[in-house]
């Protein structure tokens, strides 16, 4: 991609009315911008990372075997009586009156909508066991909402749900989408731990929230030190074994947040703790027959009895992880992309512009990126060497290529390691080598 | 993809509340469910197309050098009132109050917020021709809701936005729009006539909108029969020339709408008219400054001045279309998808789920064909074999290829191409060249 083509509107002060880190850099680097109190637009930065990892998700959910269905966002609010949530919810849940004074509301959460549709379908055990997915937008009318897309009212979510013929087979549901959150946020490149949980409006027996561990994240957690090196070794799995085991090791170590840690507990004295801060940005729930008990969505059992389906639920906030990421990941210059997450691989920086040799070498090299099958956003802009910098430093992307015209005449780069902030001056040759050795 | 482990609820006897024969095959082959008036749920089968749809419009977007954003589905009163559309707009527009009681609604379109970005961001000619497009859902609040996702309340739509910062480049971007919405929708495997169009509500000068031709649609249509051939001989054009000669060619032939045509005007008899039907899925508007200045949206211009920015924008219902592909691509069996559009190339039929040779034989091409880098739906379903091949039939995929029992004994299958109907008897190594070559 050339700069000079992209609509990028980085800001050069930092905005006073973003209180954490994650929301300063998404505006400072034009990612989003805000529309209305807790509710967001993206630009076009900020659409291709929710895109990478709505895809990294997507596809962990097919892998499980999920079907991916797209409910819509407004949802009447009959079904919302039928389950008994719809008083229940509280000003959180948006309320609407269409031209026919019928009432509708801007769904907060699926579970209603899909089991109507399963029960509408599927009558037997025999088309079970099902897990249905969707990427929907939500909204959820905050009190008082804050820090941008990490607690936004208009927001992205995965909502997966599961529905099987009895306890047992629906315990297996839920762990392969245990297993499944701890392997898509693995392949974001983040460090996720999962926690027992409570179940709040969505209710049932057993919950787990899923953390991200970043420096400045909004709850402090321990956990014992331990569970970095299983974390570390986890392989992509067979959802199609039994995943109990791989549960088990998971939740065998002891993991609590602040408000559930409790110091004193004899118990926790003999465990090496580590004391880090956390996100949530994923939530699954077991909820058994809650909803398919008062919504009558039954199935027959092989022995012929009609009984409410197990549920479980399964979410991931997307957009919310936009800014966890960011969180978990920069430094004082600005944003330090995982390799899986950024926009593009290389920056390409044109220190002269206009300069015959440097805008060659850039052309060069961007082709030169682009055969081999990496992405490149290239600096072609007219800006001065140093806010060019400043701007890549913002920007974040893994590796940055500072093509100036001293180095040009000797035919050496300056390729910088964002993270690292390490700087090699490389020959076109060794660059080439790098870059395919780096695929 | 094993039907066994895909969610397509068919439904065997048609449904009595759908009017139109894309809604009724849309619910027979489990694509869409809806959940309250005007608003659908999206099935897997419906899913896959959709996006397939959403695909390739987005692709040529980008081809054409425009952004991608994502705007929110809710917007705040206040910019409507600052254009002065928010009472002109009627019932059509959802209007929410928040629990602040503030004044929200649910956007129908995006004139008013794109508006908002630009001016936030860009103040010079420099930055210019910018188009910004998303692809977002919509809410009208239609009167009656009718003819399943052809005219529901809630919709997907891709709209674009143009901002340039005089007329003429205005009309060169409106250009790009007109040609790129011939190419999507040829890359659709769809006939569109461009007419000239009244503005409503969007207002402006200029405005087109785009026809797909359907022997069931919505609007009888005159057009003079030499369009054809120029449709037909369309290519991929290269954005960064003055596309106005291609305009100028496809506005030249005669088209209009029933109400718009004037049978007893002179200038149409000498015409070779034929008369077709056809249903709108796209719409194009330039209306300059109509926006910009009540919103006061200005760029300086090159010779110092401030100018309101010229605008326009480009509207193509998503959801809508796969209703309009369905009117125009079906047969008294079933649906019949454009190879563009299919969810799958191939539908292998195992006619007898079991016998060891079906089975295996069936599992051989499966492998074989998704190693060609084709797609396919395998029926590994126990059902009958005349509940399959009607099934097939519905689901209108390109290609079927029945395996049973008795032509596999001699190693032949038949290949039956879905739109002609016409079965070929084939060995396995006719077969494999069949798929090779039709890559």
Request: aromatic residues 10%; hydrophobic residues 35%; contains cysteine.
């Amino acid at each position: 991609m050339l700069l000079s083509r992209f609509f990028l509107p980085v800001l050069k002060e930092s905005p006073k009315d973003a209180e954490i880190i994650s929301h300063k850099l998404m505006l400072r680097a034009g990612m989003v911008q805000q529309s209305s109190s807790g509710i967001y637009s993206w630009l076009p930065l900020g659409k291709i990372v929710l895109d990478k990892i709505t895809d990294i998700c997507r596809r962990e959910m097919i892998l499980t075997g999920a079907n991916e269905i797209l409910m819509p966002t407004l949802q009447s609010a009959d079904i919302w009586k039928e389950s008994g949530r719809y008083e229940d919810y509280g000003k959180e849940m948006l309320r609407i009156k269409d031209r026919n004074d019928r009432d509708l509301l801007y769904g907060p959460t699926n579970e209603e909508l899909v089991t109507e549709i399963f029960r509408t379908h599927v009558k037997s055990y025999k088309e079970l066991s099902l897990n249905l997915f969707h990427i929907q937008w939500k909204f959820r009318d905050e009190v008082r909402p804050r820090f941008g897309v990490m607690r936004g009212r208009e927001f992205l979510m995965k909502d997966a749900y599961s529905f099987d013929v009895d306890y047992e087979s629906s315990i297996n549901s839920y762990n392969i989408m245990f297993i499944s959150y701890m392997q898509l946020f693995k392949k974001m490149g983040l460090k996720a731990i999962p926690m027992k949980a409570d179940t709040g409006p969505i209710g049932g027996d057993l919950s787990h929230e899923f953390i991200i561990i970043a420096d400045t994240g909004e709850s402090e957690v321990y956990l014992e030190k331990d569970y970095f090196s299983l974390e570390d070794n986890l392989k992509q799995v067979d959802y199609n074994q039994n995943l109990q085991k791989y549960v088990d090791k998971f939740t065998s170590f002891y993991a609590a947040t602040e408000e559930k840690h409790d110091h004193n507990d004899p118990k926790i004295q003999s465990l090496n703790l580590v004391k880090t801060r956390g996100i949530e940005v994923g939530h699954i729930f077991h909820f058994g027959q809650k909803y398919s008990s008062p919504m009558n969505a039954t199935v027959s059992h092989n022995n012929g009895e009609n009984v409410p389906v197990f549920m479980g639920s399964y979410g991931v906030g997307l957009s919310r992880l936009v800014g966890a990421v960011i969180e978990a990941n920069h430094d004082e210059n600005g944003i330090v992309w995982p390799k899986e997450l950024a926009p593009w691989d290389y920056n390409i920086i044109n220190l002269k512009n206009g300069n015959v040799d440097c805008d060659k070498t850039c052309s060069d090299l961007y082709n030169l990126i682009k055969n081999l099958n990496k992405s490149v956003l290239y600096d072609d802009t007219n800006e001065r060497a140093g806010a060019k910098l400043a701007k890549a430093d913002l920007l974040g992307l893994p590796f940055q290529i500072i093509v100036g015209p001293n180095g040009v005449k000797d035919k050496l780069f300056d390729l910088k390691n964002r993270r690292s902030s390490k700087i090699e001056r490389l020959s076109y040759s060794e660059l080439s080598n790098f870059i395919n050795e780096n695929r």
